[in-house]
């Protein structure tokens, strides 16, 4: 049958009652999570060194609050099984208690609270990520997977870039009133958690052991064990290189010294605007495409990402380079969000993304601090080149894993009407 058209806020027809539910529920935290999303990204660490003037130590453990949090993963996901609590759930009261952080950074003025409490509220913004993925795996056919979160990660692509826009300009020379904004993320965490709690789950199975045992799975599966090694030389080099992005625009020392404005609109705007657009395609070619060739080809868009972006002087060149970035996080929010559903065992996404997402912490954590101690004796455009080596090494190791896909999966499954 000819596949249903459909639009970004109707992008699939449903199977049935769970599929939809989870889909409307979906939609409506999209909006509430794209709120939150601004405050990782931007305005905490905006508030601090602007208007708080916070130290070093600060600033590093706000910008790591959200790798705080997916260290956490295998914690918060031991605790829910055993506890025997629906995955949605267990992912509603951890934003909860991160709406209850956020709430008290912007009713207590002082700075050493608003630094525990961001920090805190960030790392529960993360925290829940296994377990979203297990809802994900559950509640969604797998040939409509990534169509379907792409299609509401579409909404909070949008809803961020919209609230960034309006709070920059209401808070332009007021940032003493950040304390609003605060508040405003404390309720998109409590609307985030609203909606989680209304959203259908299973509760997760209980194996009797510790929070760390799914790492066993890297032991007993080597296309998982191989995937997540390539996947750390690949997201160890990309997480070097987006905090140097902010560095090489605004510090004189590399002769660009843009506005911030214009710093702005290359951090943020465009590659924003070619997540938006690239978002659904990404999506269906997640459903269709041999994962690994998929992934393969996402590491050579953040290739020519890093290459263009830190080589480029020119504005032509410096936007070139912000749309490949783009285009390549549009793809990679799908890819991070639910490859483990290609590859796990039905009952073990969880497991297997926790594992994924405490790799993750574990490099989110070092990678900047290693970026910005290497560029005291490296040269910018060198450090570029070596990250972007890693992640041409890092596509190296995949190329057996694609071959081997594809004999096992010799004729993708045609489009299907649900």
């Excluded at 080597?222 to 996947?231: G, H, M, N, P, Y």
Aim: one cysteine or more.
């Amino acid at each position: 049958m000819a596949e249903a058209v459909a639009t970004p806020l109707e992008p699939a027809p449903v199977a049935n009652l769970v599929q939809a539910q989870t889909l409307r529920m979906e939609r409506f935290r999209a909006v509430s999570s794209g709120i939150v999303e601004t405050a990782g990204s931007t305005f905490v660490l905006l508030f601090a060194v602007q208007q708080l003037n916070c130290g070093a130590t600060a600033k590093a453990l706000l910008s790591a609050g959200g790798s705080i949090g997916l260290l956490l993963t295998p914690l918060v996901l031991h605790w829910t099984a055993r506890r025997g609590i629906k995955s949605a759930r267990a992912a509603g009261y951890v934003h909860l208690a991160g709406a209850g952080f956020f709430l008290i950074s912007a009713l207590i003025p002082d700075t050493n609270v608003f630094i525990a409490a961001s920090v805190l509220a960030l790392t529960c913004t993360a925290a829940s990520i296994p377990l979203m993925t297990q809802i994900y795996q559950d509640n969604y056919p797998a040939h409509l997977r990534g169509r379907l979160f792409s299609s509401t990660n579409m909404i909070r692509i949008a809803v961020a870039g919209v609230f960034a826009y309006i709070a920059g300009h209401l808070l332009n020379d007021h940032l003493e009133h950040y304390q609003w904004a605060m508040g405003a993320f404390a309720l998109g965490m409590a609307c985030s958690a609203f909606f989680l709690l209304r959203c259908p789950s299973r509760t997760l199975l209980n194996h009797g052991m510790g929070p760390f045992h799914a790492l066993r799975f890297v032991r007993q599966d080597q296309v998982f064990r191989r995937t997540l090694i390539s996947w750390m030389l690949m997201g160890f080099a990309n997480l070097m290189m987006v905090p140097l992005r902010i560095e090489y625009m605004g510090n004189p020392a590399y002769g660009l010294a843009l506005a911030p404005a214009m710093i702005a609109l290359l951090n943020a705007t465009i590659p924003n605007g070619a997540r938006l657009i690239l978002s659904p395609l990404w999506g269906r070619m997640f459903d269709r495409m041999n994962f690994f060739v998929l992934r393969i080809c996402l590491n050579v868009g953040f290739v020519i990402g890093i290459l263009a972006f830190f080589t480029g002087d020119t504005e032509a060149g410096l936007v070139f380079g912000a749309v490949i970035f783009g285009i390549a996080f549009a793809g990679g929010d799908v890819a991070w969000s639910l490859w483990v559903t290609k590859m796990a065992p039905p009952d073990h996404v969880a497991d297997y993304m926790s594992v994924h997402t405490f790799l993750t912490g574990i490099r989110g954590v070092i990678a900047p601090l290693v970026a910005f101690h290497l560029l005291q004796v490296i040269d910018i455009v060198w450090l570029a080149a070596g990250c972007a080596t890693l992640i041409v090494l890092a596509s190296l190791l995949l190329i057996p894993e694609a071959r081997a896909w594809r004999k096992e999966h010799p004729h993708p499954a045609p489009p299907q009407d649900v």
